[in-house]
């Protein structure tokens, strides 16, 4: 569906609530307290404030009241539906990865209201992500964003860099899923503590010659092989490892604005986009379900978006 068809599908807060129902309760709504299928649904029309107000599901039994939009990442937002829906198109449809400004400016609400709503949705990617592990054959290595390049050592390794653990799960030679998570530093404890939350107990460990790795898959009880750097076949085994890696540097470079400690976000939304590069058509459609089942982050503050404002001027 093209932008115009977008636009004119959920030009209403009622359509996009519609839609949001559907996607919540598939086959119908359930209480969440005693699970009853009986309720009345109530539409605010006559209340004060209507427009923003979300319809609630009234249970016939226990007579709780959920709305529509509770536990999603729409809770209590004081943006309409339709701007959220808006924003989702757009950062679904851009690959090359989408600013603040250009959500404020297409949804036509200010900087600091654009980069909020943009950023919950990385969250709610992140939350997407942290839902699935890898297995099987995974490639990992560790690599750096941001500062100059000293020498010919490490990948782009120097002294004000954020560390970054990649894995990349390989199949028939090709790559399937990948995550990437910064660490603190590339001793065996960071890589283990992430290895724990995003790797499955089946997984065969591929890796370079980091004795860190060796260290890992010992204490996790994983397969592990090893092809050293100097090795001549280093770069055709490690060759999708590399092309993710330049990717998602020149992604980085060309949407990351702020402080550090949302630079993970911006990972998220690169892993999220790659493990989901098969299903360009429905995109809108999967991250929007990705919002719905998403926790509502309320905690994104004001003051973050007005640092990234100053980084991005």
């Known amino acids: 569906m093209d932008i115009s068809g977008f636009m004119v599908r959920f030009a209403s807060e009622e359509a996009c609530e519609d839609h949001l129902i559907k996607l919540r309760w598939k086959e119908g709504f359930r209480c969440p307290k005693c699970d009853s299928d009986q309720f009345t649904l109530i539409r605010p029309n006559h209340r004060r404030n209507a427009a923003s107000r979300a319809p609630l599901f009234q249970c016939k039994s226990c007579h709780r009241q959920t709305s529509?939009?509770?536990?999603?990442?729409?809770?209590?937002?004081?943006?309409?539906?339709?701007?959220?829906?808006?924003?989702?198109?757009?950062?679904?449809?851009?690959?090359?990865?989408?600013?603040?400004?250009?959500?404020?400016?297409?949804?036509?609400?200010?900087?600091?209201?654009?980069?909020?709503?943009?950023?919950?949705?990385?969250?709610?990617?992140?939350?997407?992500?942290?839902?699935?592990?890898?297995?099987?054959?995974?490639?990992?290595d560790e690599f750096f964003l941001g500062g100059e390049s000293h020498g010919e050592g490490r990948r782009g390794k120097g002294t004000k860099q954020t560390n970054v653990l990649i894995?990349?799960?390989?199949?028939?030679g090709a790559p399937t899923h990948c995550f990437m998570e910064v660490i603190k530093d590339t001793t065996a404890k960071s890589f283990k503590d992430v290895f724990v939350r995003r790797l499955d107990s089946d997984t065969k460990l591929i890796s370079d010659g980091n004795p860190s790795y060796g260290v890992c898959a010992r204490?996790?009880?994983?397969?592990?092989?090893?092809?050293?750097?100097?090795?001549?076949?280093?770069?055709?085994?490690?060759?999708?490892?590399?092309?993710?890696?330049?990717?998602?540097?020149?992604f980085i470079d060309g949407t990351y604005h702020g402080r550090e400690e949302h630079k993970q976000l911006y990972l998220e939304e690169f892993a999220y986009r790659f493990n989901r590069?098969?299903?360009?058509?429905?995109?809108?459609?999967?991250?929007?379900?990705?919002?719905?089942?998403?926790?509502?982050?309320?905690?994104?503050?004001?003051?973050?978006?007005?640092?990234?404002?100053a980084y991005e001027t």
């Open 219 to 250: 204490d996790l009880g994983l397969a592990h092989s090893i092809t050293l750097s100097k090795d001549e076949q280093a770069h055709v085994t490690f060759k999708w490892l590399n092309i993710l890696i330049g990717n998602c540097k020149k």
């Open 277 to 309: 590069r098969h299903f360009e058509m429905s995109l809108v459609e999967r991250l929007l379900n990705t919002c719905v089942f998403a926790s509502p982050h309320p905690l994104l503050r004001e003051s973050d978006s007005k640092m990234a404002l």
């Open 68 to 140: 529509v939009t509770s536990g999603t990442i729409f809770h209590r937002s004081h943006i309409s539906l339709s701007k959220w829906f808006s924003a989702i198109y757009l950062l679904s449809n851009d690959k090359r990865g989408l600013s603040a400004t250009t959500i404020a400016k297409f949804v036509q609400v200010s900087y600091s209201t654009g980069w909020l709503m943009l950023n919950k949705l990385r969250k709610a990617m992140a939350d997407r992500n942290g839902l699935y592990k890898l297995g099987g054959n995974v490639q990992v």
């Open 167 to 172: 894995g990349v799960s390989i199949s028939n």
